[in-house]
């Protein structure tokens, strides 16, 4: 029976603890601090931001049209009173979590509520205990990255990490976010409809990785909801006036005076949670960048019985991705097996209002791949479900290649876009043409017909036919 070690207590490390168990190892579970690094998704990410965001959204789009007077039974304790109710609903997800984990306890699955450094290639130290081990599963989350700024105190009062301001009772009058990837996305949006003043600076565009339309219609977006958008802009100097207001200077193409707020929050991303492991004992080494190199099979590179899953490995940093990459890992542990990653679709979301979704290949990969892409796009004022829904500002944009017409990448920004997006991924997995996407059934009224719209204008442009669809 191989002994399988798996450090790191989040969603990678009990995925991949539960599979190398029922693959018939004996399993070693370290979960200590480094836990509550790897439980990022039920702690201080996916599950409490969305708590936070569904009663402030649902205020919003209540008072939307203007047709009702929405406003909160005690607007002083408006924010107070959905932190609390966020922290129970929380708290429910973390005993349901430790629940299924000691349910798994036995002789073979061992439990250890301590974190783990390695001593060599085959041993680890816990709590004081040496533990013997066949293989090694890294599973230790990751930190907030603090970006180097002049008169930066990231322990300063009012600057606030994700973490911080998940806990942040009171609304502020201004606040300022460095940072527009996820966090800085999703938070600007709604502290804006709390009432804050809100600015954003990035040192890229918005959703650089994307289509530039989509960053492009976003940002508009949020400008029309009133937020201060300052993209290609390099925060350089932080200091603070007579009243305690942060001042926040920034280089940029145009010229602009400093913005002065109440609240920083700091969204400049993560990085992997590996300085307390010791991995040179392990015979692992980090490149350039800080990072463990991680190959298709989740080994460690230069490694065979080392591998990485989860935000740790730094490959995709979401939390349905880092159960897959668990289960590759667990299995090849377990067997000395080569299974690989092969979604070709690798779904990525940003719960912005609408939702940003895309799946596949970037369109400009592809095509410096060989593939020569047609796209198509839809408005979402267009479909009647979006528009009622009061989404008149989104769109969706798909992409196919003209040789085979097979679905190669799919963006949408719309309302629901984070439900919306998985049958075109499902397509794009599975190696779909457009016309075997339009061959489903779309019910009217329904928002999922930006799809059946923007498919049927691929299948015209690939000299298809598609179905008579509804023009409502």
């Not at 097996?337 to 990525?348: A, C, P």
Request: hydrophobic content about 40%; some cysteine; charged content about 25%.
């Amino acid at each position: 029976m191989k002994t399988i070690a798996v450090l790191g207590g989040g969603s990678a490390g009990f995925t991949a603890a539960r599979i190398a168990s029922e693959n018939g190892a004996r399993v070693l579970f370290f979960m200590g601090d480094n836990a509550d690094h790897a439980s990022l998704c039920v702690n201080a990410g996916c599950m409490p931001s969305k708590a936070l965001f569904e009663p402030i959204d649902a205020m919003h789009h209540a008072k939307q049209h203007g047709w009702l007077e929405v406003k909160p039974k005690q607007p002083d304790e408006y924010l107070a009173q959905i932190v609390r109710w966020k922290d129970q609903e929380i708290e429910e997800f973390r005993t349901y979590r430790q629940k299924a984990i000691r349910e798994h306890a036995s002789d073979t699955f061992q439990i250890i509520r301590a974190n783990a450094s390695f001593m060599n290639r085959h041993e680890l130290v816990s709590a004081g205990q040496l533990y013997t081990f066949d293989a090694a599963i890294i599973a230790t989350g990751s930190v907030t990255t603090i970006p180097r700024i002049e008169g930066l105190d990231p322990s300063a009062e009012g600057v606030w990490t994700s973490d911080d301001i998940l806990h942040n009772p009171r609304i502020p009058k201004s606040l300022a976010i460095i940072g527009a990837g996820a966090i800085g996305l999703e938070f600007s949006l709604r502290y804006a409809r709390l009432g804050s003043e809100v600015t954003m600076f990035s040192n890229k565009a918005i959703l650089p990785r994307y289509p530039a339309q989509f960053g492009e219609r976003l940002r508009l977006i949020y400008e029309h909801e009133g937020i201060r958008v300052f993209t290609r802009r390099q925060v350089t100097r932080i200091a603070r006036d007579e009243s305690g207001r942060f001042v926040i200077a920034s280089d940029g193409a145009e010229s602009k005076a400093p913005i002065v707020a109440e609240k920083i929050l700091l969204a400049t991303g993560r990085r992997p949670a590996l300085h307390e492991l010791n991995l040179e004992a392990a015979g692992a080494e980090l490149n350039p960048k800080g990072r463990l190199e991680i190959g298709d099979d989740m080994r460690v590179k230069g490694s065979s019985h080392l591998f990485a899953a989860g935000d740790v490995a730094g490959l995709r940093m979401v939390v349905h991705h880092a159960h897959i990459e668990a289960g590759i890992a667990a299995e090849n542990a377990c067997g000395d097996g080569h299974r690989e990653w092969t979604k070709r679709s690798n779904i990525e979301v940003i719960f912005s209002d609408p939702e940003f979704a895309f799946a596949g290949s970037k369109p400009a990969q592809a095509e410096s791949e060989g593939g020569q892409l047609i796209s198509a796009s839809a408005e979402s004022r267009d479909i009647g479900k979006l528009h009622l829904a009061g989404d008149d500002f989104g769109f969706g944009e798909f992409w196919a290649d003209a040789r085979n017409a097979r679905l190669v990448s799919a963006g949408l920004l719309c309302s629901d876009a984070s439900n919306l997006i998985h049958l075109p991924a499902y397509a794009i997995d599975h190696e779909h043409t457009i016309y075997q996407l339009e061959d489903a059934e779309y019910y009217h009224p329904t928002k999922i017909e930006i799809i059946s719209e923007i498919g049927d204008t691929l299948c015209r442009k690939l000299g298809g036919h598609p179905f008579a669809r509804a023009e409502e």
